[in-house]
């Protein structure tokens, strides 16, 4: 059973940065990062495979990265330049499918999600 804990959400001003953590324990081939504003659907942020692949949506390409940290079982998500369209709250997903999918049904494992929100 795969179970993901994210932490390092909170409130920041534009400009400013923040690092989400997600602790991940049990088997995982992807781990991805979503978001989800309100009246908005879910759309996957970053993700990255177990080899280190990984991707960013455009809309924060150049300024958010996802790295792995394979010893602690940990994934993160360093967001900077934060803007206040980047408020939502950030979800940690996870697939044994061998493949990192965009779609958020792909993923069959949820973190509990934590705020973010920039002020301008």
């Known amino acids: 059973q795969v179970q993901l804990v994210e932490s390092g959400g909170g409130s920041v001003q534009a400009g400013g940065s923040l690092v989400l953590s997600c602790a991940v324990s049990g088997y995982t081939y992807c781990l991805a990062w979503f978001r989800q504003a309100p009246g908005k659907e879910r759309a996957r942020v970053a993700s990255i495979d177990t080899y280190g692949s990984w991707t960013v949506a455009d809309s924060v390409k150049g300024r958010f990265t996802i790295s792995q940290d394979n010893a602690k079982n940990t994934v993160y998500l360093k967001m900077n330049s934060l803007k206040p369209d980047d408020t939502a709250i950030y979800y940690c997903?996870?697939?044994?499918?061998?493949?990192?999918?965009?779609?958020?049904?792909?993923?069959?494992?949820w973190g509990q999600g934590t705020q973010v929100t920039v002020s301008s």
């Open positions: 997903a996870a697939t044994t499918s061998f493949s990192c999918y965009s779609q958020y049904n792909n993923y069959e494992y």
